[in-house]
């Protein structure tokens, strides 16, 4: 008997996988036991759903009229009549759906053997953490890296459902954080370049100094020499004007 509180559905379209229910054992037969949890349609208790060990005679476990509780496996509602798979075996916290490969998981140390270290993800199995994916360096032993009942994150290499099989590795996880670390290092060097302050090179200094001794600067002298020819201009504008003057008053005095 679970400690949660059960919920109480009462139609078939509102059972989801996962879901605990209590029922009452309607009748029994060699491939399992039918179970009546309340809406409409009772659910089949398939021999194999009936505990953890194996079964062989349904009776040795449930009997008509005994209260069950019960997991939702499958509800199927295609077709006349409606499908519900029940189990006895309390569901795993982690499907084999939602395990994806590259992706972190969190876990506890089952066990240690001499190639490698279990782990407790909350699946139908344990993983297993290869000796050889427990550092980036050589490992002699997995007791010289972790110990049973350490909290441990890994990365997911490996999923085989057909054989039940999951693969982690910490050492994947470190070089995916030792690469990440390098690319944020290179990303921060690559903007304090860019927001750099260019710095005046020694010459440019030096004529900065002469420059300021002979008491005018490069911006200076460009003024003045700027001055200069504005300067030019005018004065050949002015003889331009006094010669056409002269030229207009040779040519009146001649007219008179």
């Keep these: 008997m679970s400690d949660a509180t059960p919920v109480k559905p009462t139609k078939v379209s509102e059972l989801v996988p996962g879901m605990e229910l209590q029922g009452t054992v309607k009748r029994i037969e060699l491939y399992g036991a039918f179970v009546d949890v309340g809406v409409g349609s009772d659910g089949l208790l398939h021999i194999s759903q009936l505990g953890k060990s194996k079964v062989n005679n349904v009776e040795d476990v449930v009997k ?45 140390v089952a066990k240690i053997e001499n190639f490698g270290a279990f782990i407790d993800i909350g699946a139908e199995r344990l993983a297993m953490i290869h000796v050889s994916e427990l550092a980036a360096g050589f490992v002699k032993s997995p007791n010289d890296v972790v110990q049973v009942g350490q909290e441990v994150t890994a990365q997911i290499i490996q999923v085989d459902r057909k054989k039940k099989r999951i693969d982690l590795s910490i050492k994947a996880l470190t070089a995916a954080e030792e690469t990440r670390s390098v690319k944020e290092a290179r990303q921060s060097v690559a903007d304090e370049q860019e927001n750099d302050v260019s710095v005046p090179s020694a010459m440019e200094l030096a004529y900065n100094r002469a420059m300021a001794e002979s008491g005018a600067t490069g911006k200076e002298v460009s003024r003045k020499q700027k001055g200069g020819e504005r300067r030019d201009k005018r004065d050949r504008r002015g003889d331009r004007d006094r010669d056409l003057e002269d030229l207009f008053e040779r040519t009146i005095k001649g007219n008179r």
């Design 64 to 108: 008509a009229g005994d209260t069950v509780t019960v997991y939702v496996l499958k509800v199927e509602t295609e077709g006349p009549k409606s499908r519900i798979a029940l189990s006895m075996v309390k569901p795993a916290a982690v499907s084999w759906d939602s395990l994806k490969i590259g992706e972190q998981i969190k876990g506890t």
